[in-house]
């Protein structure tokens, strides 16, 4: 059952009770935080014991970042303890919690690009030998122990920065596990993260908690909080609304007390009322250039998509699917193959050719190629000239203003000055802002990775709406998605990729999870065996 504390006196022993024994290994005890004198976050309180797997859930701009960033060491709270083994502590900095035995799995990725995925994992606690000597042999066995348990076979001597997102995703995750942690945080661990992924980090986080380390998991994916967590708490604009225990309460109950209201999941599947038109973009046998020591992601995929139809592009890491967007976006060369527009043979030269020529890309990596962090929220909506300019070239500022406001409105954007910069918002905000300036551009095809990574249960909805209604004027909308639910919601056709091949190629009406993961995780040859068996 779930408790609603604004329906309830305060319960002995307070938010974040469980049933497990022992006291607690951290504790927030009426955190406040103000920002430019507005409270954020009010008097919130929880707990772990040792072992606790607690879900902290809310929409975005409920205050989840906030309560992460204080118990972290990034901010100060202005009011409230923090509590570790009893003792109150302040964290001035985030090195200062880490060596205390708080690990946190960002949402952001915090990785250095230019260090190998072996130094960035032991970035900060380096193992040395005598005559503090590095003792490398060390970092790269224990990098590929941290690795493999994850699932993912990577070279620990590659660089950073030659990584998928979702690659970088589970190195992130693989830091924390080299730790000594006594808690460990995970913001949206498995945003980037496909159902196998999930899975094997469905394992380490039952791994974390027999081993008596404390996860707070951070999540918009429900079903994950239902699987993994044991209790949960729910924060809704800065407050603690609900608490409780997850196997005791249902998922309509959860997004009830996030959003303040019931929110309808799940809406219909992609497609159902549009008649694609002609065929918008062709792609022939394309090949990525080899990278790193060799490595080539795309080796072989030819689609098509069609004017006012959504394909899915769905793929384990590693399967080659932003590999191919960025390759046809401009962002990367093409190694072999050929991408054809209306026909006509499309080499794009960068990303303004291919802007030019009608396309439109929202980025996987919201901090790095999609954001501008230090300019304003209008700005970055505005930098890909959505709203043509004027007599004698002049940017029509009030065009611009009224059209940013017709978006804040329409995907429920939450900023209180369009002129401050964008990272006064939530990671969920952001790329709302980034999906609307793309859309205002009504361009013929438009590449979504990721559309909602990091976006809540509510504003999803309002999301998918929002992509069925560009498909539905005609715009061409090549999705990729590491949540099959939303492939299954949105597309009318899904190709799988595995290894840089195309394995599949059906209507989505046609298929379901189970066989999209029967293609992703075999071989064309394999799929079409185990099929006719």
Known sequence: MTVRLDEVPARAGGPGRTSRAGPPVLEAAALTKRFFGVTVLNEVSLSLVPGEVRALLGENGAGKSTIINLLSGVHQPDGGQIRMQGEPVQYLRPLDADHAGISVIRQELSLFPDLSVAEAIFAGHLPSRRFGLIDWAHVRRETRRALGRLGLDVDPRLPVASLSVAEQQMVEIARALTRESKVVIMDEPTASLSPKEVENLGGIVAQLSAEGVAVLYVSHRLDEVKAFCETYTVLRDGRVISDGRAAETEIPDLIRDMAGRSVEIGRGRGGAAREPGPVVLEVRNLASRRRGRGEQMVRDVSFTVRAGEILGLAGIIGAGRTETARMIFGLDPVGDGEILLDGQRFTPRGPAGAMEAGLGYVSEDRKDLSILPHRSVHENFTVTSPVAPGALGRINRGAETRLLASYIERLGIRVQNTRAPITNLSGGNQQKVVLARWIARQPRLLIIDE???????????????????????????????????????????????????????????????????????????????????
């Open 451 to 533: 559309p909602t990574r990091g976006i809540d249960v509510g504003a999803k909805e309002d999301v998918h709406d929002l992509v069925r209604q560009i498909a539905g004027e005609g715009v061409a909308v090549l999705l990729i998605s590491s949540d099959l639910p939303e492939v299954m919601a949105l597309a009318d056709r899904v190709v799988t990729l595995r290894e840089g091949e195309v394995t599949g190629d059906g209507p989505a009406s046609q298929t379901t999870p189970e066989d999209l993961m029967t293609r992703m995780t075999r071989h064309e040859g394999q799929t079409m065996a185990a099929e006719k068996g």
